[in-house]
C-alpha cells in the first residue's frame, strides 16, 4: 500500500470517528422520548466509530503527503462514505423508510441539496430532525474546506485562483491553508451561534432554532417542520433566515481578512458585488411580479418580502421556502428556475455554478467578440484587476460545458424512468444545483420526493454528489482510467 493511499484511508478514519461521536448527538435528544430512536443511533456510532479507530490504528505512522489523485479519493470517498454512514440510523429509526430513502436523505444533507423524502416532519422523533441539521452543518463546512484547501491544488473549474498564500510548492499538505481552514471554521460556529440566537430571539423553541441555525449557515434548508421556514413567519423567523443566507453565500475567507482589520475587502471582492448584484435584481423583478400578478399562493406576508426569501434561498440553494411559488405563474417560475444555476461565492457554503464562473465567462466571451472585430488585438481576459492565466478561463468554461452537459443526461434519465417532463427537468437541477425544491407538483416548494421512483432516487443521489463536489472530482472516480495505475 503506497504512502498516499495510507494517507487517504487515514482520513476517512477520522471523518467516520468524528461521525460517530456526531451520532451520538441524536440519541441523548431522543434518549428518553423514542428509545427504538436512541439505540438506532447508539449502535450506529458504535459500529462507525470502530470502523474509523481501526482504519486509524492501522494507518497511522503514514506519510503525510496528499497527491492530486489521493485528494480527489479523499474529497469523493469521504462524501460518499460518509452518506452511507450517515443513513444507517436514519433507516433504522425511521421504521417506514427504505434503504433507498435513507441514502437520498443523508446524501441530500451531507451535500447541502435540502431535498427530502420525509413527510410530516413536526411528528418525527426529535432526534432525527436534529440529525439531518447535522449532516447538513458538516457538509457546509466540509465544503468550505474543500474548496480553500483541495480544488485550487486541483485547479477544478477555476478553483486555482483562490489558491491560498503559501511558500510550499510541494503536494503535501499545507499548513498555511490548514491554519486558515481552522480559523475560518471558528467563524463558521461563531456565525452558527448568532444565527441561533437571532432564531431564539423571534420566539423559536430551543430546538427549532438549533436546527434551523445549523442548515441557514449551511445554506442546506433542512427544517423541522413540512412548512419550512414558513412555519415561523409570525416571529419574523424568515428575515433571520433572509440575512443568514446572505452571509452564508460570501466567502468566509473574507471574514477572516475583515477580523484581522480588512472590513474593506468584503465591499471590494467582485465576486460578493456580483452575487449582490444578482440577487437585488431577482428581488425586484419578483416584487414586482407579485404586485402586479397577486398570485393565489403568496400568502400574507409583504410582497418585499415573499420575493427576498424566497429567492435568496433558491439561488444560494438552500431550499427553504415560505409559499408555494411554483404557483406564481409562468414568469415567476422562469425566474427561480434560473436561479437554481446562479449560486453564491467560491468559499462560501452555497453550491451551483457560482459567481465568478458566470464573470469570467462574460469576460472571455468579450474578448473572444473583440478579437473578432480586431483581431491583431491582444488582451487577457481580467478579472478582479488581474490577468487570468489562459487555462484558468479553459478550466472555467469546461466547467460550464460538463456541468450543464451532466444536467441534461440527468434530465434525460429521469425522463426515461417515467417522470413528467417538468419533474424530470427541474429534479435533475434541483440534484446538480443542490437547491432542494424543485418545480411542480410534486417535487416543487410543497412536495417531497417521496413519491418517486427507486430509480430517479439513485439517478439523483449520484448527481447530488457529482453537483456537490464541482462535477470533476466525482466524473474523474467514475473514469475506468482513475483506477489504472
Known sequence: MNDSTRTVLLVLGVLLAALSVAKLVPAIVDLNSDAQSAHAFLGSAAVTGFVGVTLILMMRGGGRNLTARGAILVTGGSWAVLSVAAAVPLKLAVGDMSWTDALFEATSGMTTTGATVMTNLQDQPAGVLIWRSILQWIGGIGIIVTAMAI???????????????NSDKSDKALPRAGQIAAAVGIIYL?????????????????????????????????????????????????????????????????????????????????????FLAVAGAAITVLTVWILVHEPPASGQLPAWRLASVNAISIMTGTGYATADFSLWGGGAVGIF??????????????????????????????????????????????????????????????????????????AALLSLIGLDPVTAISGAATSIA????????????????????????????????????????????????????
Open 151 to 165: 480544488w485550487p491544488m486541483l485547479g477544478i473549474g477555476g478553483m486555482q485562483l483562490f489558491r491560498l498564500e
Open 337 to 410: 428556475f434560473c436561479l437554481m444555476f446562479i449560486g453564491g461565492c467560491a468559499g462560501s457554503t452555497t453550491c451551483s455554478v457560482k459567481i465568478f464562473r458566470y464573470q469570467i465567462a462574460a469576460g472571455a466571451i468579450g474578448r473572444h467578440i473583440e478579437r473578432q472585430a480586431r483581431p491583431h488585438v491582444v488582451r487577457p481576459v481580467r478579472y478582479g484587476g488581474k490577468a487570468l492565466d489562459p487555462d484558468a478561463v479553459r478550466s472555467v468554461m469546461s466547467f460550464f460545458f460538463i456541468f450543464f452537459a451532466t444536467w441534461v443526461v440527468a
Open 434 to 485: 443542490n437547491v432542494g425544491p424543485g418545480l411542480g407538483p410534486i417535487i416543487g416548494p410543497a412536495g417531497t420526493f417521496k413519491p418517486l421512483p427507486d430509480a430517479a432516487k439513485w439517478v439523483m443521489i449520484v448527481t447530488m454528489l457529482i453537483g456537490r463536489l464541482e462535477v470533476f472530482t466525482m466524473l474523474v472516480l467514475l473514469t475506468p482510467g482513475f483506477w489504472r495505475r
Open 190 to 274: 461563531v456565525l452558527t451561534f448568532i444565527c441561533f440566537l437571532a432564531y431564539i430571539a423571534t420566539d423559536m423553541t430551543p430546538f427549532d432554532a438549533a436546527a434551523h441555525a445549523m442548515t441557514t449557515v449551511a445554506t442546506g434548508g433542512f427544517s423541522t417542520h413540512d412548512g419550512s421556514i414558513g412555519a415561523f413567519t409570525d416571529g419574523g423567523s424568515d428575515i433571520v433566515a433572509l440575512v443568514f443566507m446572505i452571509l452564508s453565500a460570501l466567502p468566509f475567507v473574507l471574514y477572516l481578512r475583515a477580523a484581522q482589520g480588512r472590513p474593506d475587502r468584503l465591499w471590494v471582492d467582485p465576486q460578493v458585488r456580483g
